[in-house]
């Protein structure tokens, strides 16, 4: 199944689709998540990038 694009994938409900999407496609969890949160992004979300600690 596709991932949700466009403007659906800026809200919180399509970013946990596209996330449920993913792992049920066999994709590990985080994996899952940086890959909605970059649709989100492409979307136009406003989403900070997550800090790597030292």
Request: glycine share 8%; aromatic share 0%; net charge positive.
């Amino acid at each position: 199944m596709p991932l949700i694009k466009g403007r659906k994938a800026k809200t919180r409900e399509g970013i946990s689709k596209n996330i449920e999407i993913e792992l049920e496609s066999g994709k590990s969890q985080k994996q899952a998540v940086a890959i909605a949160l970059s649709q989100a992004r492409k979307a136009g979300a406003k989403i900070q990038v997550k800090k790597k600690k030292k």
